[in-house]
């Protein structure tokens, strides 16, 4: 017989878990990788159901985009063999989203968070910061860095989509 | 088209799943202690969920190749205990076996395991013919094997590795070598790998206990003895039906 609190989580869990899915799936896009983000979020959120008092919603998505760019889950990243580097360029007959993902898969745990917060779940620079737990000027030039790198990913669809020009155009070669 | 259309398009094809909010919520207040971490705003609630993620992952990374037999600092088995499984808050508890299918190699050429589906009793090995404690631990593994006859499995996983290297590794078994009180070879491959949770794993060799459902109920990482190993086999369930020992 589940408790109240119980009960409560599994309903939250119900509402809840296509949209922790969706950003999951953002950025992972693996999905492994996803399963393990929504499920650690949700654990921790389980946790501490009976302590949070405020947007358990809230609170859940903080702890997996946390997850998501915390510095043990760049080693996924990291242990791709070299050639998955120099793999070509995303076939053209890819759609437009897949190809963008692609793109996605090569910003860092932290960029890809703030564009995914920023332009998918369309927060401000200000609610981004609150969810990573960063200054909104960091927000700020992360985002700058990521679209600066999505620009030199995609030249073609960075100017179909109007990703915003750069004052300083001149990117390094390895961007962090 | 913008930015927020092309997210979204792909935001729909996340996978669906397999959540069990009842599973979730029993790892939480099960046999858990409370966690104590902060419930307060910014990268405190990180800390909190890194820390959860960080026991996943340092118990399968304790142990570098090399680096003589040491505990799993969550042990899900205790390692030298041959009686019962000691109940576990690592998620590799809960978690299932990847779903992969592995092509065997050496002594199971021919045949195939599929990870998902594999019910135990059985201890999982995953090494790599790169390592040398792995390549020790092949010997007591086959010991392990034939006291336990068939009422445990007994399988090795190659990783990072290539087919040709584990099978010399492993000594020019001939296929065909099947059959209770032998291990069965499988390897699995760089990309399938990537894909699952194990490729976090930085650490050889690892050892899982498998039970009669499929979970995994025990875990090891470095080299074990033939005590520890038992250990894990006995947590999967398995009795030792033979004494024999090569």
Request: charged share 20%; with cysteine; proline share 7%.
């Amino acid at each position: 017989m589940p408790t109240p609190d119980e009960a409560g989580f599994t309903a939250f869990v119900r509402t809840h878990q296509r949209a922790l899915e969706r950003a999951a799936w953002l950025l992972t896009h693996d999905r492994h990788a996803a399963e393990d983000l929504v499920q650690t979020a949700l654990l921790g959120t389980a946790r501490q159901w009976p302590r949070i008092h405020t947007d358990a919603y809230a609170y859940t998505r903080r702890s997996l985009y946390h997850a998501a760019v915390s510095g043990w889950r760049r080693r996924r990243v990291r242990e791709q063999p070299i050639g998955a580097h120099d793999a070509a360029a995303p076939q053209p007959d890819q759609s437009l989203a897949m190809t963008l993902t692609v793109a996605l898969e090569q910003l860092t745990p932290k960029q890809r968070a703030v564009v995914v917060l920023r332009h998918y779940e369309d927060l401000t620079e200000v609610q981004t910061s609150e969810v990573l737990g960063i200054r909104p000027g960091t927000v700020k030039s992360v985002n700058r860095q990521a679209m600066a790198r999505l620009r030199q990913l995609l030249p073609d669809l960075a100017t179909e989509l109007g990703l915003p020009a750069l004052a300083h155009p001149a990117v390094p070669k390895e961007s962090r | 088209m913008t930015l927020h259309d092309l997210l979204s398009t792909e935001a729909e094809r996340a996978p669906r799943l397999d959540l069990d909010s009842r599973d979730l919520w029993g790892r939480a207040h099960g046999d858990l202690a409370p966690s104590r971490s902060a419930t307060g705003r910014g990268w405190w609630v990180g800390a909190g969920a890194a820390a959860v993620v960080l026991a996943t992952v340092i118990a399968v990374m304790t142990l570098r190749p090399g680096t003589p037999s040491a505990v799993d600092p969550a042990p899900l088995a205790e390692p030298s205990s041959t009686t019962t499984p000691a109940a576990s808050d690592s998620p590799l508890d809960t978690t299932r076996l990847p779903e992969a299918t592995l092509p065997g190699i050496a002594g199971s050429s021919g045949t195939s395991l599929s990870l998902a589906r594999l019910r135990g009793p059985a201890v999982v090995t995953l090494w790599g013919s790169w390592c040398e404690p792995c390549r020790d631990q092949q010997q007591r593994l086959s010991t392990l094997s034939q006291q336990y006859g068939p009422t445990l499995r007994v399988i090795t996983v190659a990783v990072r590795d290539q087919r040709s290297s584990a099978e010399r590794a492993l000594g020019g078994e001939r296929p065909a070598s099947t059959g209770p009180g032998t291990v069965e070879h499988y390897v699995l491959d760089d990309r399938t790998l990537r894909r699952t949770a194990w490729s976090d794993l930085q650490a050889l060799p690892a050892t899982l206990a498998v039970d009669a459902e499929g979970r995994i109920v025990g875990s090891l990482t470095g080299e074990q003895t033939l005590a520890e190993l038992s250990g894990l086999a006995d947590a999967a369930g398995a009795n030792a039906a033979n004494t024999a020992t090569s």
